[in-house]
């Protein structure tokens, strides 16, 4: 602990957010300036609206002006401090001077498929870029829903074979406020209110759930997404769905399956190994117990793989074993460079589908978007970062179109 020696510094004292400061001298102990960047707690983006009223007062302004602070980082999506033009400018100083910023970072990439579907590649403080994708459908009554499918960390650790982040490997985890911000930067694109938030790009959130858990308050309360309109999914954690259930969220977990027995689901998953199949299924059959939300099945299928009817019948017999409360999503294997899975036929994919309906399961095909130009979850920022990135390199603006598994 350092020790700070005027009381010019209480709000840069304040500003780091150690809730056991005391004022009543001029000598207020705060943690290092050192560790306090290391935890990176002066962001902005990701505060509730009470947080922000206290910091306002905390800078010896009236907590209104927290209020305001809330509709310029979520409403108006202001992204510097210095733009906050509602704020004193005295205020905005201040901030400044205490090492606060809001946290947005810049797109580095935008790339558009015909059907609508935005991939962006957002590049971080560090240089990383991390994949985020807006996914526009209009529904039978011609609203259009939007769906932003968010990474929850740069690349993955847990390598599932079929999929392209893995093969990129693991850089690190993402905070909330670097979570939140790509739902704010899809709905900047489109000029429109996200509708909907699936934390199905890169990374395993069920590996980062605090940060997530962060981001999933923020996107609720501060963004106002509703609960039931998110979904988290995850390829399986030991030990992470029942921690999730005890949160009670309302919203969807969707398991990332893959197979309906483990032998091949082994084959896929490499971390299969360490989470045995009915451990997964008693975990999601406690979730729904839990939360009252149905879980979700993602099913990959893989040509030759997973996707013959027996498969389909044995994932019918061990969901039925389960209970109800399920549905399965199956979708379709989107290709990916340097891998040998193949995309299934399409007859492959109805008749897999109607096995698991005539067997009385819920089941939705997802339709693949974005697939004219290239590519799946993680590619995109394959292509342009072989961990970690070189700085500003321009020179690889490739003739890309867009890349979607989500
Ligand atoms: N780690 C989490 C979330 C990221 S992947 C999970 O595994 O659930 C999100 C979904 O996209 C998963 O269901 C995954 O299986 C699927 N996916 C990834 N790459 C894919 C590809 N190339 N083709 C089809 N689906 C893919």
Redesign the pocket.
Known sequence: MALLQHVSFVPLARAMRSRSLTLASSTVAVPSLEKASQVDSRVLLGMSEKELQQLALDFGQQSYRGKQLHHLLYKRKVKEIQDFSHLPLAFRNDLQAAGWRVGRSAVYKAVTASDGTVKLLIKLEDNRLVETVGIPVEDDKGAVRLTACVSSQVG?P?R?S???TGMGGFSRNLKSYEIVEQVLAIEELFKKRVTNVV???M???MLNMKEVLGAHRCLNKDVQIGQRMMTI???GVPNTIKKLASHKLQSTL?L?L?APNQKVREQIVPSAKSYPLDAIMKDCRDYFLETSRRVSF?Y?LLAGVNDAVEHAIELADLIQEWGPGYHVNL?P??P?EGSEYRRPYKKAVLAFSAALESRKITVSVRQTRGLDASA??GQLRNEFQKSPLLPDSDDVQSQLGIAV??
Do not use: Q, R
Request: hydrophobic content about 45%; proline content about 4%; aromatic content about 10%.
């Open positions: 993955c847990l599932c079929f999929c392209a934390f199905m790009g990374g395993e959130p999914s995850t390829v969707a990332s893959h993602e990959t979708i294997f989107n990916i799946a979850c598994a989500c």
